[in-house]
């Protein structure tokens, strides 16, 4: 890391969490407003009815791909925000020179959130361990026009796949017989089979059968999330699975299988749920679970999974108040590869984007204006320490009313009460704590 940069610390996220709290929809900003201004999805789904056939998928008889103009523009094409991106825009000083596309993301990632801290402690093979160790949560990554136009493409490809304008094994939608059952699937890049199929196939990737590629717009997810330090360069995705969720819909308990490495992620739109983790997870009935610990997903949010919250902990999904989609991203292990998977050039060789420097791109655009201008120019809030360093009183005012500016226009921002200290009270009301000294 060059000189001058630093990152984000859970001091500098505690600080941003006493903000807007995205559960309770304060700072006057309803709940449609946070989740992208959806209100239901119910209005998303019939809003795509319309839409031309497949432009998208292979449709039978052709061995071309057509993109449809929503699945195949990437996220820095159009509006690139009405929150972050869009208050930074205007956050100049009249006459000043306009943010460039550059200057506007290094402001929107020097505002994400990055929760680290996760802690939960359970005893394991006889000695107590962190089975969270690993789980990072990050907020701010997608915009809420953004997450609009991912949600709107979701279900353009959930047509798609009832009009059997997909490859038969990228989309599923089984009968909803109880509740609970009822999920749609769509698969990209691999086929992954959740049980023993009736072809006698194990669980795990399904290496002679094809599934559609990754759509262009969920390619441009992978290089966001990769750009902005959500993933590693070195673990980048090559299939994702979108699960739409319908209300009472969940994913029961389980560890992601070892055909695919760590770590990966999920991203949720439309609707915040609990996630629930613990070394055993208990099923009291059909999508009702209990577990040692909870975490909220805030809408827009993504989780990302390692170590022992990977493999030690199970995750799952009690079934859900609301419409909710989640969008999962995992690297396929190298052996694991489909006979004839293609890598997608566009995925490689993806950098990270440096940390914020002292001076964020706004300042540097006040600094070049004549003396003879004498407005004040927000600055933009940088996380890490060191902004609090040699800061004079003025300095200080400039960047409380910056952060306050943009917060009231960023859905990202969560409350103290969103991430409740883990292990201090279980879901079922009892104490996490353990009844003797934990060993070190």
Known sequence: ?????????????????????????SKGRSPSSINGGYRSSASSASSTRGSPASDW??????????????????LEEGDDG?????????????????????????????????????KHMERVDGRWINVLEGLELHTGVFSAAEQKRIVDCVYDF????????????????????????????????????????????????IRDEEVDPIPPLLNSMIKRMVAWHVLPPTCIPNSCIINIYDKDDCIPPHIDHHDFVRPFCTVSFLSECNILFGRELKILGPGEFSGSTAIPLPVGS????????????????????????????????????????????GLQNIHPLPYPPRKSPVQQVANQRSPNQQQITPQA??????????????????????????????????????????????INGRSNKPSRPLRQ
């Open 57 to 74: 998928a292979l449709t039978r008889g052709q061995h071309s791909r057509q993109f449809s103009n929503r699945s195949s523009r990437s």
């Open 302 to 345: 993504v989780l990302v999974l390692s170590g022992n919250g990977a493999d030690v902990a199970k995750h799952c999904v009690p079934a859900v108040p609301s419409k909710r989609i989640s969008i999962t991203f995992r690297k396929m292990d190298d052996s694991k590869l489909p006979y004839k998977f293609s890598p997608d050039p």
């Open 158 to 205: 959930r047509e798609k796949g009832r009009n059997r304008q997909l490859r038969e094994r990228t989309y599923s939608e089984p009968r909803k017989w109880m509740r609970g059952k009822g999920r749609v699937t769509i698969q990209f890049g691999c086929c992954y089979n959740y049980a023993v199929d009736k072809h006698g196939n194990p669980p795990g990737i």
């Open 381 to 426: 809030p940088v996380l890490g320490k060191h902004m609090n360093d040699h800061r004079s009183h003025q300095s200080k005012g400039q960047e409380q009313g910056e952060i306050a500016g943009l917060a009231s226009s960023s859905p990202f921002n969560l409350g103290s009460d969103d991430f409740p200290p883990l292990g201090s009270t279980s």
């Open 1 to 25: 890391m060059a000189e001058g940069e630093s990152t984000p610390t859970s001091d500098d996220l505690s600080r941003r969490f006493d903000k807007v709290s995205i559960r309770g929809g």
């Open 82 to 118: 009405d929150d972050v991106a869009g208050a930074a825009e205007t956050a100049r000083a009249n006459g000043g020179t306009p943010l460039s596309r550059d200057q506007r993301e290094a402001i929107r990632f020097s505002m994400v959130g990055r929760k680290k801290d996760f």
